[in-house]
Each structure stands twice: as C-alpha cells, then as structure tokens.
C-alpha cells in the first residue's frame, strides 16, 4: 500500500497539469523546481542527493533513499531516509508557491553530474572531457 492511497486526490487534473501522478506502483511525475530528476519521475527505493538551503545559502546535503511519495492540499511530499545518518525525513513542497527559491532539491546522479559537468565547462571553456574510451589516452605536449 502507497501513502498516496491515505490521501486521496483529483489525480484527472493534477495528471493534465502535468504536474503530479503515479506510474505503476513504484514510481511517480512530479513536475516541481526542487525535483530535478530525468524526465520528471521519481522512483521508490531509488537513491537521490537531496541538498537543503537556507535563503540562499547550502545548509546541508545527504544522500537519500525515497520510501514514498504523496500529494495533499496543493502540496507534494517526499517521504526519505538519510542513508548516512539513518533518519527518516519528510519534505514538502507547496505547488502554488510563491517563494522564487527552493528550501531543498532532490537530483539524480544523472542530472547532477550534468549540471557538474556544464558548470566546469563554463568556468574552464579550454577544458575538453573525453568518452569512456578515451580514459587511458594521455596527451603530451
């Protein structure tokens, strides 16, 4: 049994919002600034980096792993457990927030080497990352 199934819910219009549904029994969209996953879809017993700010400042970071997740009065709830610390924690986020930042984010490993990957690039344009292929091939000058 899901969270979700204690919290009942529109699921036609939040599902043409596009903005939160379940897919099967394990994994659900969620279209949320603070959920920066691929392809929106989050998965439960999955493992995730979930960084928690305060104003504008990295107050914490962990690695998590997602138990479930639920949608209740206009707001979506991510029910983790901190792998290294071993506590459960519950987020929420408000869908009609007005606050212009996130107070957490959750990424996947895809998704957060990307943005990794593109931040160096723009901090060392000369720097050129090569495929899998090329790991063992050095260049000399």
Partial sequence: MRLQDFFPY???ILGL????HGIGMD????NQP?????DSIVTTGETYFLFSY?????????IVK???????????????????????LLRNHGLNNVQP???????DVDTLREILFAKDELK???????????LLELDYE
């Fill in 34 to 38: 603070c959920i920066m996953v691929k």
């Fill in 54 to 62: 305060d104003g504008n400042q990295l107050s914490t970071s962990s």
């Fill in 66 to 88: 997602l138990i479930d997740t639920f949608y209740y009065n206009d707001h979506i709830y991510l029910l983790l457990t901190d792998l290294l610390a071993g506590e459960i």
């Fill in 27 to 30: 994994s659900f969209f969620i």
């Fill in 124 to 134: 060392y344009p000369e720097r050129t990352y090569h495929n899998n292929d090329d």
């Fill in 101 to 107: 930042r996130c107070q957490w984010k959750l990424f």
């Fill in 10 to 12: 529109d699921i036609v």
């Fill in 17 to 20: 919002l596009h903005v939160y």
